[in-house]
T-cell receptor, first 112, second 112 residues
Framework: NAGVTQTPKFRVLKTGQSMTLLCAQD?????MYWYRQDPGMGLRLIHY???????AKGEVPDGYNVSRLKKQNFLLGLESAAPSQTSVYFC???????????FGPGTRLTVL | GENVEQHPSTLSVQEGDSAVIKCTYS??????FPWYKQELGKRPQLIID?????GEKKDQRIAVTLNKTAKHFSLHITETQPEDSAVYFC???????????FGKGTHLIIQP
């Protein structure tokens, strides 16, 4: 089993470009999360989903959109990238509440 | 929303000594308190967690203590080894679907 995977691993964008980050899981977990990690800031929640077809805003949702069309996939979109979105993005999944969250390997995004 | 403070931000100890990292939180309804270890360039991984109906939990050299009245919890690592060098994050959950609130991390350095 692959667990939680993220695509791509690295990406460099120019200001104003768009992109989509893919999180895929084969753990059959209902809950999925997108976090961003910045130096000295810990991990901050961007958006989350409690099941297929549902999404909700987290602590820092501005500039991002998400979709969960299939249970196993959670997509994070940046419509018009800004340098402030330079960060490492982690996807996580959880079986239930409250419970351990399993993290993907991360995507390092640089916006020039 | 929940506020989590973590101290110290950097901790240097001699190999074989003990290390203690402390976190405080603001929401008295919080009921799940995990600790994650993150090695350089890797994903966060759960090392131990505790729920609000328990005061202490041990797993070999690692222990977590929880004081719900004072709203703080601590990670204790005994007999530290070089492989313990990493960044450690505390987190808090109120049991809702909106993910974990993380502390800003502690960089633990084990001196040979």
């Amino acid at each position: 089993n692959a667990g939680v995977t993220q695509t791509p691993k690295f990406r460099v964008l120019k200001t104003g470009q768009s992109m989509t980050l893919l999180c895929a899981q084969d753990m059959n977990h209902e809950y999925m999360y997108w976090y961003r990690q910045d130096p000295g800031m810990g991990l901050r929640l961007i958006h989350y989903s409690v099941g297929e077809g549902t999404t909700a805003k987290g602590e820092v949702p501005d500039g991002y959109n998400v979709s969960r069309l299939k249970k196993q996939n959670f997509l994070l979109g940046l419509e018009s990238a800004a340098p402030s979105q330079t960060s490492v993005y982690f996807c996580a999944t959880s079986l239930g509440l409250p419970n351990e969250q399993f993290f993907g390997p991360g995507t390092r995004l640089t916006v020039l | 929303g929940e506020n989590v403070e973590q101290h110290p931000s950097t901790l240097s100890v001699q190999e074989g000594d003990s290390a203690v990292i402390k976190c405080t939180y603001s929401d008295s309804a919080s009921n799940y308190f995990p600790w994650y270890k993150q090695e350089l360039g890797k994903r966060p991984q759960l090392i131990i967690d505790i729920r609000s109906n328990v005061g202490e939990k041990k797993d070999q050299r690692i222990a977590v203590t929880l004081n719900k009245t004072a709203k703080h919890f601590s990670l204790h690592i005994t007999e530290t080894q070089p492989e313990d060098s990493a960044v450690y994050f505390c987190a808090v959950s109120g049991g809702g679907a909106d993910g974990l609130t993380f502390g800003k991390g502690t960089h633990l350095i084990i001196q040979p």
